[in-house]
Each structure stands twice: as structure tokens, then as C-alpha cells.
């Protein structure tokens, strides 16, 4: 918003990076996100530069698949 009489200014303009953490369940949601193509915006440009994925266990999260329940084992 600003104070009146002043431009406003996108809080956001100096960000050159993005860096998405993720610890446990919400790690494995992080590292799936990247494996299954979807660190993408709309206009298909990428929105996380790194992501890390804190003890986040070896399996993948059952989502994107028909019926899934992502907080489910596939089996």
C-alpha cells in the first residue's frame, strides 16, 4: 500500500532465488513435487532453485495417481 503520495513497491522485486525445505512427510512432498514435474508456475518457468528434503524416508508419496490418497502407502 504505501504512504500516500509514495509509489508502492513489490516487496518481492529483489528475490533471485528460492529455496523450498522440507522436513519428514512434508520433505517427501517436496522431493515429489520436483520428481513428478510440477516445480513449474503458470507460465511454465521454475519456482523453487533447490529443494531439500530433510529425513524424508526413501519411499515416493502416492499422489498423481487415480484414486490416490497422498497420505497413504500405495499398497
Known amino acids: 500500500m504505501g504512504t ?12 533471485k532465488y528460492t529455496v523450498g525445505m522440507g522436513i519428514s512427510q512434508s520433505g517427501r512432498m517436496m522431493r515429489d513435487l520436483v520428481y513428478q514435474g510440477f516445480n513449474a508456475d503458470e507460465g511454465g518457468h521454475r519456482v523453487f532453485d533447490d529443494v531439500t528434503a ?3 524416508g526413501s519411499r515416493k508419496t502416492f499422489t498423481n ?4 490418497q497422498p497420505g497413504r502407502y500405495s499398497r
Open 65 to 68: 495417481f487415480a484414486f490416490a
Open 54 to 56: 530433510h529425513i524424508a
Open 4 to 15: 500516500p503520495g509514495h509509489e508502492a513497491t513489490n516487496p518481492l522485486s529483489g528475490i
